[in-house]
């Protein structure tokens, strides 16, 4: 049976006092403890968030994860964290391949695939994130790009590495803009990569969590999760703020 999996990821936003009050909002104690819950804050306050989780006895299952992560080990790379740092403050997930690191720092799918191999090495899931930009869908290449996409990191990782990860479509046209792949289209493509997974290893299509990101709210979760190979939530704005994101939880 699929794992059902809702990730917050806060992006760029945050202060000490903000974060203390999005975590005292969130309520994880009324859901199904076999869900999957994270939050993806900034690398600047992973322990801090590590912490304040570790005391809540509302929240103590809800796991942390990071929203980059160094495809190198250690060396000369200022300003880079690496996968055995994040795993030694207690961080359990590594979002890899996200559009806005792939449009907005020229991220290859080559390099995703490392830094999958990366996380995997230092016992962190990667969740792999896949999408098409609006030019893409419109000229009819949405499959195109995410396999694509996908089958670079199975490239570098293999079976046994996919079997690790989390799997997240996020059309880019949808994140941050408040548009929504209808859950038809999300669907559409989550079937699709169930079926190249399958092709993979049979097994692995049976296993494997495929996430939906791109403007997730509580208004539309329920709908989105019900598709039967969308298997829970990426969540960008809407993980902001405690009531949505319970929601949102609770349609998972």
Same mark, same amino acid.
């Given at each position: 049976?699929?794992?059902? %999996?809702?990730?917050?990821?806060? &992006?760029?936003?945050?202060?000490? @006092?903000?974060?203390?009050?999005?975590?005292?909002?969130?309520?994880?104690? $009324?859901?199904?403890?076999?869900?999957?819950?994270?939050?993806?804050?900034?690398?600047?306050?992973?322990?801090?968030?590590?912490?304040?989780?570790?005391?809540?006895?509302?929240?103590?299952?809800?796991? %942390?994860?990071?929203?980059?992560?160094?495809?190198?080990?250690?060396?000369?790379?200022?300003?880079?964290?690496?996968?055995?740092?994040?795993? !030694?403050?207690?961080?359990?997930?590594?979002? /890899?391949?996200?559009?806005?690191?792939?449009?907005?720092?020229? =991220?290859?799918? *080559?390099?995703?695939?490392?830094?999958?191999?990366?996380?995997?090495?230092?016992?962190?899931?990667? %969740?792999? $994130?896949?999408? !098409?930009?609006?030019?893409?869908? *419109? !000229?009819?290449?949405? =499959?195109?790009?995410?396999?694509?996409?996908?089958?670079? /990191? %199975?490239? &570098?990782?293999?079976? @046994?590495?996919? =079997?690790? $990860?989390? /799997?997240?479509?996020e059309p880019v046209w949808a994140i941050g803009t408040g548009e929504t792949a209808t859950p038809a289209q999300a669907q559409e493509v989550h079937a699709a990569l169930r079926v190249r997974l399958h092709q993979l290893d049979a097994g692995l299509a049976q296993t494997t969590p495929i996430?939906?990101?791109?403007?997730? &709210?509580?208004?539309?979760?329920? @709908?989105?999760?019900?598709?039967?190979?969308?298997?829970?939530?990426? /969540?960008?704005?809407?993980?902001?703020?405690? @009531?949505?994101?319970?929601?949102? $939880?609770?349609?998972?």
């Open positions: 049976m699929r794992r059902r %999996v809702v990730i917050g990821n806060w &992006k760029m936003h945050g202060s000490r @006092e903000s974060i203390s009050e999005l975590l005292a909002g969130i309520d994880s104690s $009324c859901l199904d403890p076999a869900i999957e819950i994270a939050v993806c804050p900034t690398s600047l306050h992973i322990a801090e968030v590590v912490e304040q989780l570790s005391k809540s006895s509302n929240n103590s299952g809800i796991a %942390v994860g990071a929203q980059n992560v160094c495809d190198a080990e250690s060396g000369a790379f200022t300003g880079e964290v690496a996968a055995q740092m994040l795993a !030694e403050y207690g961080v359990r997930y590594a979002l /890899v391949g996200h559009s806005e690191r792939r449009e907005l720092y020229g =991220e290859s799918d *080559q390099l995703v695939a490392v830094k999958a191999a990366a996380a995997i090495g230092a016992g962190l899931t990667p %969740v792999v $994130c896949l999408g !098409e930009t609006l030019v893409q869908r *419109q !000229e009819g290449k949405t =499959e195109f790009v995410v396999l694509r996409q996908l089958d670079a /990191v %199975v490239q &570098k990782i293999g079976i @046994e590495g996919i =079997e690790k $990860c989390i /799997v997240a479509y996430l939906y990101g791109g403007s997730v &709210k509580a208004s539309n979760a329920a @709908e989105l999760f019900a598709q039967p190979d969308i298997d829970g939530g990426l /969540v960008g704005g809407a993980s902001l703020k405690a @009531e949505e994101f319970n929601a949102i $939880c609770a349609s998972a």
